[in-house]
């Protein structure tokens, strides 16, 4: 096999059959999963264990996070929502009527980001309605913490489905 095709194989545009797409998938659940309202979840670890400055640090920096998806969602968040419904629409069309594999692969990526930000809106909205701190922040965090890594294992298993539906050329429209 020469350069020229490992090269081309490697930067395929089928999503399902890339490595890289599979690479994505598995950073961005990682990713989701370790920062909670903004904050490294081992930023709670540290609390629980040294207290004194370690709490103080996670209080404040979530916090300032909290308070900043709130003034988001205050200001713009019809607009967002509105914008992210229209996207995840068009994805859904193009990929799933339409049969467009980069489409479905994109979804598969933003729609269970999507509902990882309402976990994280709503634990943000119960933190400062409750002006949770401490242990009621660590409950907070770790439950949804547990919900995201929930939604991850349960969307990495459609999406192996999928790809390896779309993998096995009996897909929608025939592959």
Known sequence: MSLFETLSEMIDLRSFSNLWYWIALAVMWSTLSH????APFDMVHRARK?????VQDLDDLVRINVNRMMFVV??????????????LSALATLGFVLGM???????????????????????????LQNEAQGEDLYKAMTTCR??????????????????MYQNLNIGPLGG
């Open 35 to 38: 920062r909670i309202l903004g």
């Open 146 to 163: 547990f919900l995201i890594q929930l939604l991850g294992m349960i969307f990495i298993f459609v999406t192996a489905l999928w790809g």
């Open 50 to 54: 040294y207290g004194g400055q370690a």
């Open 101 to 127: 594999e980069i489409a479905q692969a994109v979804f598969l990526l933003v729609f269970p980001l999507s509902l990882v930000v309402l976990i994280n809106l709503m634990t943000a909205q119960k933190v």
């Open 74 to 87: 205050r200001s713009a968040g019809v607009w967002l929502l509105g914008l992210a419904c229209f996207f």
